[in-house]
């Protein structure tokens, strides 16, 4: 794919014009600075609220108060059933079965209930496959996994680096590792995009990779949900977790969710750990011995839906439901396009863009690696009103979110970039 673009306002405004998203902005709550929307690049790391969010909350409260515990049946959105309303949504994000996803928890605690459930190492089948540098909460979590079935995580995990001199790992090298792992290997779960570098790995060729030497395959989706199109179902895809505060836009640790497929899901062979939420619906009630694992993903479940900490969700996948992940995506991929070009114009500062230049190997994100005065620049673009994300030693992540993010917006940022009096 190749664009002529246009390194002027005019020009990122009459893209705007055409863009039938655009409008979408209205529904957020934007920071502002002196008087103004803030330019908001951080919706990797905490989404917009929802406009809408505010009268949700009020709604529940409101029903709290009218109902009591009737609520649970009464309320307008019966808390009984409170998160089965997001499956739907859920699963058209990321491309799966309606019974193959549910909002639970929150992203850690997920991939640990996972990872409970689809590592079941053996004296001989133990490993797992990770990218080296993944999110610090995903390496604690395989860790202390590896450390409960009694491995040694040096010689359990295999971390994927990339070749020297890169940043980001040759999906052939995956592909290797994997096979190379072999029957040693009994899972692979990584990051499906990289939080730092940005780099979207290939998803259905890891899951195949994985298949083909006998393991699982599951994947960290806290940066790729509600980012890129997923087909988990069709993949085959064994497990996923994700967070949706990200771009998901549901507020900060708000409810999560898992994928599992229906292979497993609907297995009652699959070991899960169990609570009352997720035994079966028409005998949970009935306050009896013997945990008897409702359909899917749901039977991951513990506790009743913490309900307060949906609201959020309910009102951005609202929004979701109102477009598509395609959409989204295909203004993302012009977006993003028309930010690394303008970035490449930039003359007067010295830094290299880390994440994947091919579309497919990449979402709504680019990291910038500065040689130096990185740190000055991003005060610099903070005190103008940029809202982006630091990372030592010397990045500058930045997310322009389809949702939300206009080309105008891409535009401005990148000026101040050209008049940094450094
Ligand atoms: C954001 C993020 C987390 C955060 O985990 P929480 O349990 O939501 O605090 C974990 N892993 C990855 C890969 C992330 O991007």
């Not at 949700?56 to 309320?75: C, I, M, S, T």
């Not at 806290?222 to 980012?227: E, L």
């Not at 507020?251 to 609570?275: C, M, S, Y």
Request: glycine share 6%.
């Amino acid at each position: 794919m190749s664009y002529t673009f246009e390194n002027n306002l005019e020009y990122a405004l009459s893209l705007d014009d055409m863009d039938i998203l655009h409008s979408y902005r209205e529904r957020f709550h934007f920071p502002q600075h002196e008087g103004e929307d803030v330019l908001y690049f951080c919706g990797n790391s905490l989404g917009l609220q929802p406009r809408s969010a505010s009268w949700l909350f009020q709604k529940e409260l409101a029903d709290w108060a009218k109902y009591g515990v009737e609520g649970h049946f009464q309320a307008e959105n019966p808390w009984m059933y409170y998160h089965s309303q997001f499956s739907e949504s859920l699963a058209r994000i990321v491309g799966a079965d309606v019974s193959e996803v549910v909002a639970m928890n929150t992203l850690t605690v997920n991939l640990h209930l996972l990872m409970i459930s689809f590592y079941r190492p053996t004296a001989t089948r133990y490993k797992i496959i990770m990218e080296a540098g993944a999110f610090p909460s995903d390496q604690y979590a395989i860790e202390t996994q590896v450390v409960m079935h009694g491995f040694n995580p040096n010689e359990a995990i295999i971390e994927l680096t990339p070749r020297a001199g890169e940043h980001c790992l040759r999906d052939e090298d995956i592909l290797q590792a994997i096979a190379d792992a072999g029957d040693s290997l009994a899972c692979v779960m990584m990051g499906a995009v990289n939080y730092y570098t940005g780099q979207w790995f290939n998803m259905p060729e890891i899951t195949k990779a994985a298949h083909a030497v006998g393991a699982l395959c599951g994947f960290d989706l806290a940066h790729a949900m509600g980012n890129v199109p997923m087909h988990l179902h069709d993949w085959d895809v064994d497990f996923a977790c994700w967070c949706s505060y990200k771009y998901l836009n549901s507020g900060p640790g708000g409810v999560a969710g898992i994928f599992v497929h229906q292979k497993h899901g609907d297995n009652p062979e699959t070991f899960r750990l169990a609570g009352w939420w997720g035994n079966e619906e028409t005998t949970r009630f009935k306050m009896k011995k013997g945990f008897v694992p409702a359909k899917g993903a749901a039977s991951w479940q513990m506790s009743n839906a913490p309900v307060f900490n949906m609201i959020a969700h309910k009102s951005s996948l609202d929004i979701f439901d109102k477009t598509s992940i395609d959409t989204l995506r295909e203004k993302s991929l012009l977006l993003t396009a028309y930010t690394e070009y303008l970035l490449k114009e930039v003359k007067n500062l010295d830094f290299e863009i880390i994440t994947p230049e091919e579309p497919q190997r990449r979402g709504a994100q680019l990291s910038l690696l500065f040689k130096d005065k990185g740190r000055v620049v991003f005060d610099y673009l903070t005190e103008n009103g940029v809202v982006a994300d630091w990372r030592e030693p010397n990045v500058i992540r930045i997310a322009p979110v389809p949702m939300y993010n206009s080309f105008e917006d891409v535009y401005r940022f990148v000026s101040l970039f050209n008049t940094f009096p450094g």
